[in-house]
């Protein structure tokens, strides 16, 4: 079978031709790399839609994004395009745990300091809230980096359910870590 030009073929941004493309990838490790090497490019707009076709791909078949997971921790800070970043950590939010210890550390990092920074944009900022608490789930010795951030942080957010949501994140934070404290 000859290889797809994904840039020819993700031509519209529809959700039909994406979840076609998708299921044309399928469990083909070789296409699934090519398309997400498209979404690094950062050109948009076809980055953004190889991204999301990358998406999809890691729904129906998880196991095609753990062999690039360290690739995608270390390229994360880099991404330009604010599309391509969101989508990446909306797979992350899925797959948080990465296998490599300096990946790892350079992710929980970079999440922090997007929480942090009023730069970000909301979504980015609950993406970062969703994998850390997965990340707190293995290592709960960050909860409280995490409680920390979070007090400094939720009263800078313009969104008032985001801060809604830290706020009510610290609460259960707090509460777990006195439960766990205690044993």
Known sequence: MET??????????SRSLADYTAAMIGTDETLFRKVLELAYQQKSPISMRAAR??????????????????????NLPELKDMSVKRVFMHILIRHSWV???????RLVDTLFKWMM???????????????????????????GEMIVVLEEAVPN?????????????IKRLRKGKRTHEVE
């Open 4 to 13: 797809p030009d994904f840039s020819s073929v993700l031509s519209d941004s």
């Open 53 to 74: 076709v990358a998406d999809f791909c890691c729904e129906r078949h998880p196991e095609l994004i753990r062999p690039y997971l360290v690739d995608l921790v270390k």
């Open 99 to 105: 296998e490599d210890d300096e990946a790892m550390g």
């Open 117 to 143: 920074d009023d730069a970000q944009a909301v979504a980015i900022k609950v993406y970062a809230i969703a994998i850390l608490e997965n990340i707190i789930k293995v290592v709960p010795d960050l909860k």
């Open 157 to 169: 957010w313009e969104s008032s359910a985001l801060q809604y949501r830290g706020r009510k994140l």
